[in-house]
């Protein structure tokens, strides 16, 4: 240690000594090295200190091992989140929901005769004519396709229709200050199906957000909505029961819905594809449904008559050519229904097992080329009226399948068509393109 002491500590201390001399050599130093660096750590903000977990009570009399306590703290814990206030959305200064109150339903404001035919045929006291050529409203107001309208049958003036712009429109077809009377955004996609309830004073109407939608159409306000895990395509209101409904999806499941509780009573599965079309026999004991099946056997499933109680099909080869059905419609009186096809026609069957068709009668002069075409029948069922992919409306004689005549409607595909409930010589039609158009 002496030695290294005097041969490290000498020198320094002689260099301190004798630096202040003349003529002696310096020695040269040596810098000292830097300062190492020490590599920054990443910034942590200030966190507050987490709350203590607090253990639920351990239950007398039983041993409770450390993972039984880790999974009820952890119950605990999520119940408090749950249950604490969720904070207020922040919305936009110039955010704002629109009413979907645009106009009147009452019929207060229709013309005098309009309103004086509405109540004699509720008396049933006009006499009935043929549909004329002659376009009485137009009505725009939709962005895009419209996929389906109904009338209303306890108010004659209201018009209800779903499109793919996301919206139901009620329209009050023959007022004289605004037409467009209610606006329903309910719905965060396209809306494919809408029907009127018995009374008349709810919309029902189902799309592509997975759900169907009941709203007070006096009030403007949604009352009930029905969430699935499918599109639903298609929705029907029970003859019998206005609190049951039906509805088909994109994974051909049918349910039956009691809007008085807000469930589903009974399912009907078989395996089927998406559904296009569902329609109530005139009894309410059967229903039809026709689906796409593109992707299975072709002679099978296409159009089912299934039993409502049992939730068994009566029959499931009812359709078999290589062609999927839009469209089935019973008819109001006789005991049959129709099938718009694929093939560019409206087959006939009867609706009596074993359901067979009638080869020898087809409605064939429209086209359909891949749209969702659909057709229905008039009041007396003397007439099957159909859209087409021409923009034209076909009129058959239910009776000869003879075309009667046809009323170019719109420029691009027409794809519902729907007789007035009270007045039969007033059509309502609607197209590819948003427009609607009343002809009579």
Same mark, same amino acid.
């Given at each position: 240690?002496?030695?290294?002491?005097?041969?490290?500590?000498?020198?320094?201390?002689?260099?301190?000594?004798?630096?202040?001399?003349?003529?002696?050599?310096?020695?040269?130093?040596?810098?000292?090295?830097?300062?190492?660096?020490?590599?920054?750590?990443?910034?942590?903000?200030?966190?507050?200190?987490?709350?203590?977990?607090?253990?639920?009570?351990?239950?007398?009399?039983?041993?409770?091992?450390?993972?039984?306590?880790?999974?009820?703290?952890?119950?605990?814990?999520?119940?408090?989140?749950?249950?604490?206030?969720?904070?207020?959305?922040?919305?936009?200064?110039?955010?704002?929901?629109?009413?979907?109150?645009?106009?009147?339903?009452?019929?207060?404001?229709?013309?005098?005769?309009?309103? =004086?035919?509405? @109540?004699?045929?509720? $008396? /049933? +006291?006009?006499?009935?004519?043929? !549909?004329?050529?002659? *376009?009485?409203?137009?009505?725009?107001?939709?962005?895009?396709?419209?996929?389906?309208?109904?009338?209303?049958?306890?108010?004659?003036?209201?018009?209800?229709?779903?499109?793919?712009?996301?919206?139901?429109?009620?329209?009050?077809?023959?007022?004289?200050?605004?037409?467009?009377?209610?606006?329903?955004?309910?719905?965060?996609?396209?809306?494919?199906?809408?029907?009127?309830?018995?009374?008349?004073?709810?919309?029902?109407?189902?799309?592509?957000?997975?759900?169907?939608?009941?709203?007070?159409?006096?009030?403007?306000?949604?009352?009930?909505?029905?969430?699935?895990?499918?599109?639903?395509?298609?929705?029907?209101?029970?003859?019998?029961?206005?609190?049951?409904?039906?509805?088909?999806?994109?994974?051909?499941?049918?349910?039956?819905?009691?809007?008085?509780?807000? =469930?589903?009573? @009974?399912?009907?599965? $078989? /395996? +089927?594809?998406?559904?296009?079309? !569902?329609?109530?026999? *005139?009894?309410?004991?059967?229903?039809?449904?026709?689906?796409?099946?593109?992707?299975?056997?072709?002679?099978?499933?296409?159009?089912?008559?299934?039993?409502?109680?049992?939730?068994?099909?009566?029959?499931?080869?009812?359709?078999?050519?290589?062609?999927?059905?839009?469209?089935?419609?019973?008819?109001?009186?006789?005991?049959?229904?129709?099938?718009?096809?694929?093939?560019?026609?409206?087959?006939?069957?009867?609706?009596?097992?074993?359901?067979?068709?009638?080869?020898?009668?087809?409605?064939?002069?429209?086209?359909?080329?891949?749209?969702?075409?659909?057709?229905?029948?008039?009041?007396?069922?003397?007439?099957?009226?159909?859209?087409?992919?021409?923009?034209?409306?076909?009129?058959?004689?239910?009776?000869?399948?003879?075309?009667?005549?046809?009323?170019?409607?719109?420029?691009?595909?027409?794809?519902?068509?729907?007789?007035?409930?009270?007045?039969?010589?007033?059509?309502?039609?609607?197209?590819?393109?948003?427009?609607?158009?009343?002809?009579?």
């Amino acid at each position: 240690m002496d030695l290294l002491w005097n041969a490290y500590g000498a020198p320094s201390d002689q260099e301190e000594d004798t630096g202040q001399g003349e003529g002696q050599h310096r020695p040269l130093q040596r810098p000292l090295p830097a300062p190492k660096r020490f590599r920054s750590e990443a910034y942590v903000p200030p966190q507050s200190p987490a709350p203590p977990l607090v253990f639920p009570p351990e239950p007398s009399g039983r041993y409770v091992s450390k993972r039984e306590r880790a999974i009820l703290a952890a119950a605990v814990a999520a119940s408090s989140t749950a249950s604490a206030p969720l904070p207020p959305p922040h919305l936009h200064p110039s955010t704002s929901v629109a009413s979907p109150v645009v106009g009147s339903i009452s019929d207060s404001d229709l013309p005098s005769d309009i309103l =004086t035919f509405l @109540k004699c045929q509720r $008396k /049933g +006291l006009a006499g009935r004519h043929g !549909v004329s050529t002659k *376009l009485a409203v137009s009505l725009d107001g939709h962005r895009s396709a419209v996929n389906s309208l109904q009338w209303s049958k306890s108010h004659g003036h209201l018009l209800a229709s779903a499109g793919m712009d996301q919206t139901v429109n009620v329209w009050n077809v023959w007022s004289r200050n605004q037409q467009k009377a209610r606006v329903f955004r309910c719905h965060n996609a396209a809306v494919k199906d809408v029907r009127w309830s018995s009374d008349g004073l709810s919309v029902l109407s189902c799309g592509y957000d997975c759900s169907s939608r009941l709203v007070d159409v006096e009030k403007g306000m949604e009352t009930q909505i029905f969430k699935e895990d499918q599109t639903v395509e298609v929705i029907r209101f029970h003859p019998d029961n206005s609190s049951l409904f039906l509805s088909g999806g994109s994974k051909g499941v049918l349910r039956l819905w009691d809007i008085r509780v807000g =469930t589903v009573v @009974k399912e009907y599965l $078989k /395996g +089927l594809g998406p559904i296009l079309d !569902v329609e109530f026999s *005139l009894d309410g004991k059967n229903f039809l449904c026709s689906s796409d099946t593109s992707n299975s056997r072709i002679s099978e499933n296409s159009i089912i008559v299934w039993d409502v109680l049992r939730q068994v099909p009566l029959s499931n080869q009812v359709y078999t050519e290589a062609y999927t059905c839009t469209c089935v419609r019973y008819h109001p009186s006789d005991c049959c229904f129709v099938a718009q096809s694929n093939g560019n026609y409206i087959a006939i069957f009867s609706a009596r097992p074993p359901f067979k068709m009638d080869k020898s009668k087809r409605y064939e002069m429209h086209g359909v080329c891949g749209f969702p075409i659909k057709c229905n029948f008039s009041l007396d069922g003397k007439q099957i009226a159909s859209g087409s992919s021409d923009g034209c409306v076909y009129f058959y004689s239910y009776k000869s399948s003879e075309l009667l005549r046809k009323i170019k409607a719109f420029d691009q595909a027409c794809i519902d068509v729907a007789f007035h409930p009270l007045i039969p010589d007033i059509v309502a039609s609607c197209s590819w393109t948003g427009e609607i158009s009343v002809f009579g």
